[in-house]
């Protein structure tokens, strides 16, 4: 995750990150409290990987609208 911020090579929308093929949910309401509770990265931050069915040559530009139905 720390990368994925380094690079600046994301959109942020609605608690949503952006990056290259992937969705990454951010769950705001349980940041407050994650350390104290203990929760995993893994439950703060919800991943979707490959989510678009991309040929082996396609790319997807950074931040750059997507236009779908």
Known sequence: MKGILKSGH???TDGHMYFRN????MR???MP???VSGFKIEEIFNRY???????ENDRIKSKSPLNSI
């Open 33 to 35: 409290e994650a350390s």
């Open 49 to 55: 990987p490959e989510i678009l069915e991309l040929n």
């Open 22 to 25: 992937q969705v990454i949910k």
């Open 10 to 12: 994301y959109t942020l």
């Open 28 to 30: 705001y309401e349980m």
